[in-house]
């Protein structure tokens, strides 16, 4: 009797499922058992529309300056009262000031609960240019307190809606960047695969020249080149452009070695042969063959991205206030006595860690669920 008699119904099913499945139905299979890199897509996702909708998310405005309230600590959330529960509320918070350090301290005032309320009417902000608006995810009810979940800076503006803010455009900052490093790297790298010679040879010594040189110091050269008085808008395309130009080698190498193993493939030979121009050939039959790993690269650049922007504004080469981003947050963490009297000013640090982590364990997961020999 042979093995395939043997077979239950439920596993024929199952290969015959495998032999008819599209190239990204078995990409998702192969995915799916990545368990790192599906919690990564959701937590990405998640971070994505916080970032989108930060001015729904953000209880306030993160330009908000509140003088009494400086470097106030989290706040936190409570269920219940007394032994009794009463859903989510916070505890006030009352400023005083040590009488021998003169220190500014705050006291939690457990008298009052002050409960949580979603959809809260507050600041009012303007939705990308759209409309204008006060609805904002969660708040509470009393205009002498706030909640503040991770604390205030040194100006009492409120850190968790700043770190909403900042994600937006450190996030975006790391796509736009990647986008211009994705047309750069694609166009140079199928032009030095598919046509090989001096071609090939002039395009590679450009991308060794690029990558010999160091990449800090030389996003820091770019950078402090750009004026101070510039609008910070401006600014900002700039330092993706700078990102771009010296992140597109490394996609450029991945297409380049693909293209010099598959462009004397039979499918392409068949179509050289059928008349198609060389940029049919390229654009409609050997970038599509190679989509998995391109978007596996793109996926493993974007924590580059975000990590040059973040370090570069970290050292204020970057973007300036009054934009903000994580690495401009960042600033405030830069002395001991910040981190010691308030370290969740820390707390754009540990933003970027987990979202460059997610977009590497993402990209790891991509990779592995690409490759054709995998199981």
């Given at each position: 009797?042979?093995?395939t008699?043997?077979?239950?119904?439920?596993?024929?099913?199952?290969k015959?499922?495998?032999?008819?499945?599209?190239?990204?139905?078995l990409?998702?299979?192969?995915?799916s058992?990545?368990?790192l890199?599906?919690?990564?897509l959701?937590f990405?996702?998640?971070?994505?529309l916080?970032?989108?909708?930060?001015d729904q998310?953000?209880?306030?405005?993160?330009?908000?300056v509140?003088?009494l309230?400086t470097?106030a600590?989290?706040?936190?959330i409570?269920?219940?009262?007394e032994?009794?529960?009463?859903?989510?509320f916070?505890?006030?918070?009352?400023?005083?000031?040590?009488?021998?350090?003169?220190?500014?301290?705050?006291?939690?005032?457990?008298?009052?609960?002050?409960p949580?309320?979603?959809?809260?009417?507050?600041d009012?902000?303007n939705?990308?240019?759209?409309?204008?608006?006060n609805?904002h995810?969660?708040?509470?009810?009393?205009?002498?307190?706030q909640?503040?979940?991770?604390?205030?800076?040194d100006?009492?503006?409120d850190v968790?809606s700043?770190?909403?803010?900042?994600g937006r455009?450190?996030?975006?900052?790391?796509?736009?960047g990647v986008?211009?490093?994705?047309?750069?790297?694609?166009?140079?790298?199928?032009i030095?695969?598919?046509?090989g010679?001096?071609i090939?040879?002039?395009?590679?010594?450009?991308?060794?020249?690029?990558?010999?040189?160091?990449?800090?110091?030389?996003?820091?050269?770019?950078?402090?080149?750009?004026?101070i008085?510039?609008?910070?808008?401006f600014?900002?395309?700039?330092i993706?452009?700078?990102?771009a130009?010296?992140?597109?080698t490394?996609?450029?190498?991945?297409?380049r070695?693909?293209?010099?193993?598959?462009?004397?493939?039979?499918?392409v030979?068949?179509?050289?042969?059928a008349?198609?121009?060389?940029?049919?050939?390229?654009?409609?039959?050997?970038?599509?063959?190679?989509?998995?790993?391109?978007?596996a690269?793109?996926t493993l650049?974007?924590?580059?991205?975000?990590?040059g922007?973040t370090?570069?504004?970290?050292?204020?080469?970057?973007?300036?206030?009054?934009?903000?981003s994580?690495?401009v947050?960042?600033?405030d963490?830069?002395n001991?006595?910040s981190?010691?009297?308030a370290p969740?000013l820390?707390?754009p640090?540990?933003?970027?860690?987990?979202?460059v982590?997610?977009?590497?364990?993402l990209?790891?997961g991509?990779?592995?669920a690409a490759?054709?020999?995998?199981?």
């Amino acid at each position: 009797m042979t093995d395939t008699a043997l077979e239950t119904p439920k596993v024929r099913d199952h290969k015959e499922d495998l032999y008819t499945a599209k190239p990204w139905q078995l990409i998702w299979r192969r995915f799916s058992k990545h368990l790192l890199a599906v919690i990564s897509l959701w937590f990405l996702v998640l971070l994505a529309l916080t970032a989108i909708f930060a001015d729904q998310v953000a209880p306030y405005d993160p330009f908000k300056v509140q003088r009494l309230r400086t470097l106030a600590p989290p706040t936190g959330i409570h269920l219940f009262h007394e032994g009794q529960f009463v859903g989510p509320f916070v505890y006030g918070l009352e400023r005083e000031r040590d009488l021998e350090t003169a220190r500014v301290i705050y006291e939690t005032d457990t008298a009052t609960p002050l409960p949580i309320q979603l959809f809260y009417q507050g600041d009012d902000y303007n939705f990308f240019g759209l409309f204008k608006s006060n609805i904002h995810l969660f708040g509470v009810d009393d205009r002498r307190q706030q909640i503040n979940l991770l604390g205030t800076d040194d100006l009492g503006r409120d850190v968790f809606s700043r770190l909403m803010h900042g994600g937006r455009v450190t996030l975006s900052a790391g796509l736009v960047g990647v986008i211009f490093a994705f047309v750069l790297g694609l166009t140079l790298g199928s032009i030095s695969g598919y046509f090989g010679g001096w071609i090939d040879s002039s395009i590679q010594r450009l991308m060794e020249f690029i990558r010999s040189i160091p990449t800090i110091p030389l996003w820091m050269g770019l950078a402090a080149a750009l004026p101070i008085a510039w609008d910070p808008i401006f600014v900002y395309v700039l330092i993706t452009l700078i990102l771009a130009l010296i992140g597109w080698t490394h996609l450029a190498r991945v297409v380049r070695g693909q293209f010099m193993a598959i462009r004397n493939e039979d499918f392409v030979m068949a179509a050289r042969l059928a008349g198609a121009s060389e940029y049919r050939i390229i654009t409609k039959h050997m970038l599509p063959s190679m989509t998995s790993y391109i978007i596996a690269a793109l996926t493993l650049a974007v924590p580059e991205m975000i990590l040059g922007e973040t370090a570069l504004s970290f050292l204020g080469l970057g973007l300036r206030p009054p934009v903000v981003s994580w690495g401009v947050l960042l600033q405030d963490a830069q002395n001991l006595r910040s981190i010691s009297m308030a370290p969740w000013l820390l707390s754009p640090g540990l933003a970027v860690v987990l979202t460059v982590l997610a977009f590497n364990f993402l990209g790891d997961g991509l990779r592995d669920a690409a490759d054709p020999y995998g199981q």
